[in-house]
């Protein structure tokens, strides 16, 4: 029996009217199940050789020797790849154009400057020979001591965090409305450093043909890699294929072409061959991007009702050392809590570790512990229920800006998940609730929000004349299901059900759909999906309203509906045509339309926009042990118009669940005399040790996640 | 990888032969040893595969009323046979504790008593480790080891011993039967593990070609039926080893303890029998002071070998949760979170 697998092999959607808003299962789960669906690492294009990285064991010197005699000799290695022989560049990995711009290990020189840095690439015929050989080097190091930790090197003001945003910024008087303050709380936060990790890890399969390549690898944005590596070879983006169907996880960490996926494309140019190359699991906490380790200060100041007077959030954060990227977490407090006086600051670290980058999501996952967590602080400093507070303090404006809100229904996302979750039932007191079995039981909520970005995109069109449409657009799936929303705004913005549509994606030479990131890609994309699928559908339109032929013959533009497949005359339905009598009579095989979409200033200049969402836990606490588990997870969310309900509920489960994975698991756990990750195999998961548990729970009835021991809190409180 | 030799004997006495050569090993479920293979921390020059030899992975019921399991029975098997788990439900609960579905499907119980500490340093080939390389010295003193040792250690190796199955089985005197090349030979499982003293690389009482074949449970083993606990502290509920765990058999008689089973786990480079603690429980009240005098006897010789003082502490709590488990009786059904402390209370939601 064959398997004929494709994309477009879907049990039949029969729906009548709109595909958007349906809950369709992914239109790639079949292959996905089936093992069908094939990821980069998949690819095995003739005359493939293997390439492994060997890595640094030191975090800071250099290499003073590798014994590439002995990984050359072992049977079946094929070349060695150093600084020696490693083949020329058009640009200077460390060079910094723009801040997108990235530097990259690549081989160019012996210095050492993070851990699990790339210090020789070995190519072989077989994954176990190149392995063997990269073992084989047996690397000498000249050590410089490892700078690890955020007291581990000094401060500085960052010229920018996140993307372009000024390190330090502030409204109003902080320090007047702290001193006005009747309420007062100081409180401190750590989050440990912490890695991506996809399930997927980076992988490239590259080939050469004279000055054209070829790659299979995953990446959050096409256009973006290939313009990179166009750069980085001195050849045009136009030459450089570049295909990613799927993606197993990216989170962030495949948005920039990484070094290791550009040492692959070197790895094949220097031996003339395709080069597969895949990271080991431990070689990816290092030089594909990480979470930077957090130290937050909130200071709040209430007034006798339990209004804000003032915010200020300071953040340290850390960089690498050849590198900037700082984790703008302070800048969580510019849009959630009205208040008259708002400051936020950063400083950073330069430490041996590889370049943090955008991780899922960089600001707003540090950012909002601390603060929502100081937010429970200060509400019990006042004696308010901490929704009660939330709600005293609702932003009606951008706290920071000013701005309205283009829309904004966190308080029906509060109401709603509060009464889910019961939370009108909640003691205010703390640790007064226990089970049947004498577990201590708290609960908590916390506020979610994040920008509603948008990016640039192009998408083409085509209708055929056999009533088919062709929706094709760059755009990446790490998962989440693009695959399946895009197709149905594209089968929307034809006028088509879903599966008289052909989606083309995941590659380079469609139509550059900008960046899966930021969660602004559905709308970006899809809204180049919808304007090309207008563009054409106007073109047919054109075709049947100047044909007096047409039953449509005179109606405009303006006066044509499409749906179903056919062109119908608004103001009459009973006159209607198919696209393909309205293309054969025209004698053409198809019509084609494009469409691009960008934010609109104007829009962006007028308003704040933000996704909300409110999410109520509760957790179960050992009174012996504190180890913890969460019992129970409400959330509400106003996300904006969702196109598929059902894979936007998996999106929730999946911020839910990262959220509780950032409170209670995650930990890269890093030596701090070698500056060497340890566990690097396994995740680290927390728990409330007995001492800090006592002291913390004491006043808290939600065991907090800073409330561990390496997120140890000093919150002071005071009354003025 | 290097590359080694593969041989696949057909009898016991041909593996014992072909592991007798120095840099060899055997491999049987694999689910340690490939790991430290592909690791570069172990590279044998020879493997013997024995998971094919025959009838070494039978359970068989002994004419005096004791066990032998065979050491090729699987960690999955063993812990879901009937007869097996309700004559030994500590064991049982043990075994579904560690690791996941899919490594208990393929481990073995011969490979669960040699597999290897899972201390970060001894995997982190970079760095120096007694075990890996005698005399380099520890890169886990004074390193990340809050989860190391804090009993038996000794200053060339802090590391513990990871396997759940064998706290149980060292409570109910469990004996190894191991068959080498002047023989077959029993050694019980509490002298089958070495301390480290200054030769951490000696991990166990095994020679060269020596072969675990069975380890075999008394019939006293199966007494402690109806009160047998085996409990765990650890970072997360399912696919992590314990930080500290305990296992805890009861006979109890008017209130007053007749005998008394207590070994630790994770706190040692050795399943750690807690015989003073015992001694203590042995004909004093069943009740939680006496409880918690035996926590204190049985750990009044621990001591931290790091950032791991807490350990003592939580070692302490989960001995006496493990007892208090135990004297409530054993579950009809094995917890649905297997030796969790959040199924160890009386009425403690087995749903959770």
Same mark, same amino acid.
């Given at each position: 029996m064959t398997l004929e697998l494709s994309l477009n092999q879907q049990p039949a959607h029969s729906r009548q009217g709109s595909s958007i808003g349906q809950p369709l299962t992914r239109r790639d789960g079949f292959l996905k199940v089936t093992g069908a669906a094939r990821y980069a690492a998949d690819n095995h294009p003739a005359g493939m050789l293997y390439a492994v990285l060997a890595v640094s064991s030191i975090a800071r010197g250099r290499v003073a020797s590798l014994d590439i005699e002995a990984a050359k000799a072992y049977e079946g290695v094929v070349e060695v790849m150093t600084p020696q022989n490693r083949p020329a560049l058009a640009v200077d990995p460390d060079a910094k154009h723009h801040p997108f711009m990235?530097?990259?290990?690549?081989?160019?020189?012996?210095?050492?400057?993070?851990?699990?840095?790339?210090?020789?690439?070995?190519?072989?015929?077989?994954?176990?020979?190149?392995?063997?050989?990269?073992?084989?080097?047996?690397?000498?190091?000249?050590?410089?001591?490892?700078?690890?930790?955020?007291?581990?090197?000094?401060?500085?003001?960052?010229?920018?965090?996140?993307?372009?945003?000024?390190?330090?910024?502030?409204?109003?008087?902080?320090?007047?409305?702290?001193?006005?303050?009747?309420?007062?709380i100081e409180a401190s936060y750590e989050t440990p450093a912490q890695y991506h990790n996809a399930m997927e890890p980076h992988a490239i399969v590259a080939a050469w043909d004279g000055d054209r390549l070829s790659i299979d690898t995953p990446s959050q944005g096409l256009a973006m890699a290939q313009g990179r590596i166009a750069g980085?070879?001195?050849?045009?983006?136009?030459?450089?294929?570049?295909?990613?169907?799927?993606?197993?996880?990216?989170?962030?960490?495949?948005?920039?072409?990484?070094?290791?996926?550009?040492?692959?494309?070197?790895?094949?140019?220097?031996?003339?061959?395709?080069?597969?190359?895949?990271?080991?699991?431990?070689?990816?906490?290092?030089?594909?991007?990480?979470?930077?380790?957090?130290?937050?200060?909130?200071?709040?100041?209430?007034?006798?009702?339990?209004?804000?007077?003032?915010?200020?959030?300071?953040?340290?954060?850390?960089?690498?050392t050849f590198d900037d990227f700082f984790e703008p977490a302070a800048d969580a407090s510019h849009s959630l809590y009205a208040s008259p006086a708002i400051a936020t600051s950063h400083e950073a670290v330069r430490l041996d570790t590889g370049?943090?980058?955008?991780?899922?999501?960089?600001?707003?996952?540090?950012?909002?512990?601390?603060?929502?967590?100081?937010?429970?602080?200060?509400?019990?400093?006042?004696?308010?229920?901490?929704?009660?507070?939330?709600?005293?303090?609702?932003?009606?404006?951008?706290?920071?800006?000013?701005?309205?809100?283009?829309?904004? @229904?966190?308080?029906?996302?509060?109401?709603? =998940? $509060?009464?889910?979750? %019961?939370?009108?039932?909640?003691? +205010? /007191?703390? !640790?007064?609730?226990?089970?049947?079995?004498?577990?201590?039981?708290?609960?908590?909520?916390?506020?979610?929000?994040?920008?509603?970005?948008?990016?640039?995109?192009?998408?083409?069109?085509?209708?055929?004349?056999?009533?088919?449409?062709?929706?094709?657009?760059?755009?990446?799936?790490?998962?989440?299901? @693009?695959?399946?929303?895009?197709?149905?705004? =594209? $089968?929307?913005?034809? %006028?088509?059900?879903?599966?008289? +549509? /052909?989606? !083309?994606?995941?590659?380079?030479?469609?139509?550059?759909?900008?960046?899966?990131?930021?969660?602004g890609h559905t709308a970006t994309a899809g809204m180049a999906i919808h304007n090309a699928g207008a563009a054409v559908i106007a073109r047919l339109a054109d075709l049947a309203t100047g044909d007096e032929r047409s039953p449509l013959y005179g109606a405009g533009n303006a006066g044509v509906l499409a749906r179903g497949g056919r062109l119908y005359r608004r103001d009459d339905e009973n006159r209607s045509e198919s696209y393909a009598d309205i293309l054969t009579r025209a004698g053409l095989k198809e019509v084609e339309g494009s469409g691009k979409s960008?934010?609109?200033?104007?829009?962006?200049?007028?308003?704040?926009?933000?996704?909300?969402?409110?999410?109520?836990?509760?957790?179960?606490?050992?009174?012996?042990?504190?180890?913890?588990?969460?019992?129970?997870?409400?959330?509400?969310?106003?996300?904006?118009?969702?196109?598929n309900p059902r894979l936007v509920r998996s999106q929730y489960y999946g911020g839910m669940i990262w959220g509780v994975s950032f409170a209670l698991h995650e930990e890269a756990i890093t030596d701090r005399r070698s500056g060497r990750r340890h566990q690097i195999n396994r995740?680290?998961?927390?728990?409330?040790?007995?001492?800090?548990?006592?002291?913390?729970?004491?006043?808290?009835?939600?065991?907090?996640?800073?409330?561990?021991?390496?997120?140890?809190?000093?919150?002071?409180?005071?009354?003025? | 990888m290097r590359d080694f030799d593969y041989i696949r004997p057909a009898s016991i006495p041909d593996a014992i032969a072909a592991a007798a050569e120095p840099g060899a090993t055997y491999l049987a479920g694999g689910t340690n040893l490939l790991d430290l293979m592909k690791g570069g921390v172990t590279s044998p020059d020879r493997i013997v595969d024995i998971s094919r030899l025959p009838d070494l992975n039978r359970i068989e019921w002994l004419v005096d009323g004791g066990l032998r399991i065979g050491a090729l029975v699987r960690n999955a098997d063993l812990a879901h046979d009937t007869s097996f788990a309700k004559a030994y439900p500590a064991v049982a609960e043990a075994l579904?504790?560690?690791?996941?579905?899919?490594?208990?499907?393929?481990?073995?119980?011969?490979?669960?008593?040699?597999?290897?500490?899972?201390?970060?340093?001894?995997?982190?080939?970079?760095?120096?480790?007694?075990?890996?390389?005698?005399?380099?010295?520890?890169?886990?003193?004074?390193?990340?080891?809050?989860?190391?040792?804090?009993?038996?250690?000794?200053?060339?190796?802090i590391a513990t011993h990871p396997s759940d199955f064998c706290v149980p089985l060292v409570a109910l005197d469990a004996v190894v039967e191991i068959e080498g090349r002047n023989g077959r030979r029993h050694v019980t499982l509490e002298e089958f593990h070495r301390l480290p003293g200054e030769t951490p690389q000696r991990e166990n009482a095994l020679e060269p070609g020596d072969l675990v074949v069975a380890v075999r449970l008394p019939q006293e083993a199966a007494s402690f039926s109806a009160n047998a606990r085996y409990l765990k502290v650890r970072e997360r509920t399912s696919y992590a080893f314990a930080v500290v765990s305990a296992a805890a058999g009861l006979a109890v008689e008017g209130g007053k303890i007749r005998t008394a089973r207590l070994a630790l786990g994770g706190v040692a480079a050795k399943p750690w029998r807690a015989r003073s603690a015992e001694a203590v429980l042995l004909g004093a009240d069943a009740d939680e002071a006496t409880f918690a005098r035996a926590a204190d006897t049985a750990l009044a010789d621990a001591k931290p070998s790091g950032d791991n003082a807490f350990k003592i502490e939580l070692a302490r709590r989960i001995v006496v949760r493990t007892l208090m488990a135990a004297l409530a009786g054993t579950p009809e059904r094995l917890p649905a979170l297997p030796a969790s402390p959040f199924s160890s209370i009386p009425g403690a939601r087995h749903d959770a």
């Amino acid at each position: 029996m064959t398997l004929e697998l494709s994309l477009n092999q879907q049990p039949a959607h029969s729906r009548q009217g709109s595909s958007i808003g349906q809950p369709l299962t992914r239109r790639d789960g079949f292959l996905k199940v089936t093992g069908a669906a094939r990821y980069a690492a998949d690819n095995h294009p003739a005359g493939m050789l293997y390439a492994v990285l060997a890595v640094s064991s030191i975090a800071r010197g250099r290499v003073a020797s590798l014994d590439i005699e002995a990984a050359k000799a072992y049977e079946g290695v094929v070349e060695v790849m150093t600084p020696q022989n490693r083949p020329a560049l058009a640009v200077d990995p460390d060079a910094k154009h723009h801040p997108f711009m990235f530097r990259l290990d690549l081989l160019q020189n012996d210095k050492v400057r993070y851990a699990n840095q790339t210090i020789a690439v070995v190519i072989a015929q077989t994954l176990e020979a190149a392995t063997e050989g990269a073992a084989l080097l047996s690397p000498r190091y000249e050590v410089q001591p490892a700078r690890v930790g955020l007291d581990g090197a000094k401060s500085f003001v960052p010229a920018a965090v996140g993307v372009g945003n000024p390190a330090v910024q502030h409204k109003g008087d902080v320090a007047a409305g702290l001193d006005a303050a009747a309420t007062r709380i100081e409180a401190s936060y750590e989050t440990p450093a912490q890695y991506h990790n996809a399930m997927e890890p980076h992988a490239i399969v590259a080939a050469w043909d004279g000055d054209r390549l070829s790659i299979d690898t995953p990446s959050q944005g096409l256009a973006m890699a290939q313009g990179r590596i166009a750069g980085l070879f001195g050849i045009a983006p136009d030459n450089i294929h570049i295909r990613s169907p799927f993606l197993g996880g990216g989170f962030g960490s495949k948005g920039m072409i990484s070094g290791p996926q550009v040492l692959g494309v070197l790895a094949a140019r220097l031996v003339g061959r395709p080069v597969k190359l895949v990271l080991r699991r431990e070689q990816m906490y290092g030089p594909v991007g990480h979470r930077a380790p957090t130290r937050q200060t909130l200071r709040m100041g209430m007034d006798g009702e339990g209004k804000l007077t003032a915010i200020d959030h300071h953040a340290r954060t850390a960089s690498s050392t050849f590198d900037d990227f700082f984790e703008p977490a302070a800048d969580a407090s510019h849009s959630l809590y009205a208040s008259p006086a708002i400051a936020t600051s950063h400083e950073a670290v330069r430490l041996d570790t590889g370049t943090p980058l955008f991780m899922r999501a960089p600001g707003e996952a540090t950012g909002s512990i601390a603060l929502e967590s100081a937010i429970d602080e200060a509400a019990e400093a006042c004696g308010m229920d901490p929704l009660e507070f939330r709600l005293k303090n609702y932003a009606e404006v951008e706290p920071m800006t000013g701005k309205p809100f283009s829309s904004k @229904a966190l308080r029906e996302c509060y109401a709603q =998940a $509060a009464k889910s979750f %019961g939370w009108a039932d909640r003691p +205010v /007191e703390p !640790r007064l609730m226990r089970d049947a079995e004498g577990f201590l039981t708290g609960w908590g909520m916390g506020t979610a929000t994040f920008p509603a970005l948008m990016f640039q995109a192009e998408a083409r069109a085509v209708l055929r004349s056999d009533g088919s449409g062709l929706m094709e657009t760059g755009a990446q799936d790490m998962g989440q299901g @693009a695959w399946t929303a895009f197709a149905q705004i =594209a $089968a929307d913005g034809l %006028g088509l059900d879903i599966d008289r +549509v /052909e989606f !083309r994606a995941g590659s380079s030479d469609l139509p550059n759909a900008g960046i899966a990131g930021g969660s602004g890609h559905t709308a970006t994309a899809g809204m180049a999906i919808h304007n090309a699928g207008a563009a054409v559908i106007a073109r047919l339109a054109d075709l049947a309203t100047g044909d007096e032929r047409s039953p449509l013959y005179g109606a405009g533009n303006a006066g044509v509906l499409a749906r179903g497949g056919r062109l119908y005359r608004r103001d009459d339905e009973n006159r209607s045509e198919s696209y393909a009598d309205i293309l054969t009579r025209a004698g053409l095989k198809e019509v084609e339309g494009s469409g691009k979409s960008a934010s609109d200033p104007a829009s962006q200049e007028a308003y704040a926009m933000h996704a909300h969402g409110a999410v109520f836990a509760e957790v179960k606490v050992d009174p012996d042990f504190g180890q913890i588990r969460v019992t129970r997870l409400v959330g509400a969310f106003a996300a904006g118009r969702v196109i598929n309900p059902r894979l936007v509920r998996s999106q929730y489960y999946g911020g839910m669940i990262w959220g509780v994975s950032f409170a209670l698991h995650e930990e890269a756990i890093t030596d701090r005399r070698s500056g060497r990750r340890h566990q690097i195999n396994r995740l680290r998961v927390k728990q409330l040790e007995p001492d800090a548990h006592d002291q913390h729970s004491s006043r808290h009835q939600r065991p907090e996640p800073c409330a561990r021991r390496r997120a140890a809190r000093h919150a002071a409180r005071r009354a003025a | 990888m290097r590359d080694f030799d593969y041989i696949r004997p057909a009898s016991i006495p041909d593996a014992i032969a072909a592991a007798a050569e120095p840099g060899a090993t055997y491999l049987a479920g694999g689910t340690n040893l490939l790991d430290l293979m592909k690791g570069g921390v172990t590279s044998p020059d020879r493997i013997v595969d024995i998971s094919r030899l025959p009838d070494l992975n039978r359970i068989e019921w002994l004419v005096d009323g004791g066990l032998r399991i065979g050491a090729l029975v699987r960690n999955a098997d063993l812990a879901h046979d009937t007869s097996f788990a309700k004559a030994y439900p500590a064991v049982a609960e043990a075994l579904l504790s560690g690791a996941s579905a899919q490594l208990r499907n393929a481990a073995t119980v011969g490979g669960n008593l040699l597999q290897r500490t899972r201390c970060s340093y001894f995997y982190d080939t970079a760095g120096p480790c007694n075990k890996r390389e005698p005399g380099s010295g520890c890169t886990a003193l004074g390193g990340e080891n809050r989860l190391h040792a804090v009993l038996g250690w000794s200053n060339a190796c802090i590391a513990t011993h990871p396997s759940d199955f064998c706290v149980p089985l060292v409570a109910l005197d469990a004996v190894v039967e191991i068959e080498g090349r002047n023989g077959r030979r029993h050694v019980t499982l509490e002298e089958f593990h070495r301390l480290p003293g200054e030769t951490p690389q000696r991990e166990n009482a095994l020679e060269p070609g020596d072969l675990v074949v069975a380890v075999r449970l008394p019939q006293e083993a199966a007494s402690f039926s109806a009160n047998a606990r085996y409990l765990k502290v650890r970072e997360r509920t399912s696919y992590a080893f314990a930080v500290v765990s305990a296992a805890a058999g009861l006979a109890v008689e008017g209130g007053k303890i007749r005998t008394a089973r207590l070994a630790l786990g994770g706190v040692a480079a050795k399943p750690w029998r807690a015989r003073s603690a015992e001694a203590v429980l042995l004909g004093a009240d069943a009740d939680e002071a006496t409880f918690a005098r035996a926590a204190d006897t049985a750990l009044a010789d621990a001591k931290p070998s790091g950032d791991n003082a807490f350990k003592i502490e939580l070692a302490r709590r989960i001995v006496v949760r493990t007892l208090m488990a135990a004297l409530a009786g054993t579950p009809e059904r094995l917890p649905a979170l297997p030796a969790s402390p959040f199924s160890s209370i009386p009425g403690a939601r087995h749903d959770a």
